[in-house]
């Protein structure tokens, strides 16, 4: 166990439709980071906050959002979902924000997109 | 543009053998080089990484992986299979932040019993 929780653990939903992930990081730890993968692309960072900071984006679509609340969890927020958004989506959490920092990842949210 | 390979889709070897998971990488600069695994219906974990320094990282589990600059390789190793390797193992790497950081499409290992 990471210490990096997840909710929900799976999510069905349908085109067009808006969904919210949560991901708690583990306790002291300042930085969150989100990634997507998928069949088509593979594992793909998407953005990075740092407390509560925008601090890093990578491949993350417009329809998009994501951010870090004062007691550091972190929501994405998925919008107008298409049927190739569906993925497994991680969340990872480190102390601080730099390369060297170990990430923990938490278990995934499995989103399925009909 | 930066991409890390993984020639190989699978990886089967029988238990107690060594194994290698190969890895190659194309990164302009310095690289940053990660090892991640993925078992079954669970999340990426964290295995190795290379900063900077020795050329012979050792990490979680009795993995390590040789960074070779000449031949651009970050090859995962071990010494001796377990059954409990069996997993999706992941190359990445880059230079600079991990918004920089790219990932391999994962090999697979079976470890035969």
């Known amino acids: 166990d990471s210490g990096v929780t997840q909710t929900p653990k799976h999510l069905i939903t349908a085109t067009g439709q808006r969904v919210t992930l949560r991901c708690s990081p583990r306790?002291?730890?300042?930085?969150v980071y989100w990634y997507q993968q998928s069949l088509d692309q593979g594992l793909q960072f998407l953005i990075q906050?740092?407390?509560?900071?925008?601090?890093a984006k990578g491949n993350i679509l417009e329809r998009f959002s994501a951010q870090q609340f004062p007691d550091l969890h972190s929501e994405l927020n998925l919008s107008s979902l298409e049927l190739g958004d569906s993925a497994l989506y991680f969340c990872?959490?480190?102390?601080?924000?730099?390369?060297?920092?170990?990430?923990?990842f938490g278990p995934g949210t499995r989103l399925l997109v009909l | 543009a930066q991409s890390v390979a993984q020639p190989e889709d699978q990886v089967n070897v029988a238990e107690g053998n060594p194994l290698t998971v190969k890895c190659t990488y194309s990164?302009?600069?310095?690289?940053?080089l990660f090892w991640y695994v993925q078992y079954p219906n669970r999340g990426l974990q964290f295995l190795l990484k290379?900063?900077?320094?020795?050329?012979l990282v050792k990490g979680s589990y009795g993995f390590e992986a040789e960074f070779n600059k000449s031949q651009t390789s970050f090859h995962l190793k071990k010494p001796s299979a377990l059954v409990s390797d069996s997993a999706l193992y992941f190359c990445?790497?880059?230079?600079?932040?991990?918004?920089?950081?790219?990932f391999g499409t994962g090999t697979k290992l079976q470890v035969i019993p």
């Open positions: 990445a790497g880059g230079s600079g932040g991990y918004q920089k950081v790219t």
């Open positions: 290379y900063i900077t320094g020795d050329n």
């Open positions: 990164v302009s600069g310095n690289p940053y």
């Open positions: 906050y740092y407390n509560g900071e925008e601090r």
């Open positions: 990872a959490s480190s102390v601080l924000a730099g390369i060297q920092e170990t990430q923990y």
């Open positions: 306790s002291g730890d300042l930085s």
